[in-house]
């Protein structure tokens, strides 16, 4: 079993391979430097109709919709951990832990992901599908 699966360190916009069926990140886009870059790489990195499958913090689209108590953490969390650490590369995005499916889809559109969609939510996080 060891021939199918590899561990590797690189950038998410420099990770080697291609024709990927999944690729898969975790609390981990709005956190990078270069969201954008990233994205886009995976996309060239998929096989041809295959699938980014992306788990990002459960946020709403505006400051209103994430005043609640999840939203109040997040927004904490992300000052300190997620905005800190998308600013030490360029071009420093700072998505931050309170993107929002507006934005995520958005970017990932850029990215060449013709198919966005939210495949579920808890009260922490979505999880989105996108495919090319």
């Not at 709403?60 to 300190?80: E, I």
């Not at 966005?116 to 090319?132: G, L, Q, S």
Request: proline share 6%; net charge negative; aromatic share 6%.
């Amino acid at each position: 079993m060891t021939d199918r699966a590899t561990f590797g360190v690189s950038s998410a916009a420099e990770f080697p391979g291609s024709d990927y069926d999944l690729v898969a990140i975790f609390d981990a886009l709005h956190d990078m430097p270069d969201p954008l870059a990233a994205a886009k790489h995976i996309r060239a990195s998929l096989a041809d109709d295959d699938t980014l499958l992306l788990v990002e913090p459960n946020a709403a689209d505006d400051v209103d919709g994430n005043l609640n108590p999840v939203g109040r953490v997040f927004y904490c969390a992300s000052t300190v951990i997620c905005v800190a650490h998308s600013k030490t590369e360029s071009p420093k995005a700072a998505l931050g832990a309170q993107a929002g499916e507006a934005r995520l889809t958005a970017l990932l559109n850029e990215a060449g992901f013709t198919r966005v969609r939210v495949a579920t939510r808890t009260p922490f996080n979505m999880v989105i599908e996108a495919r090319p």
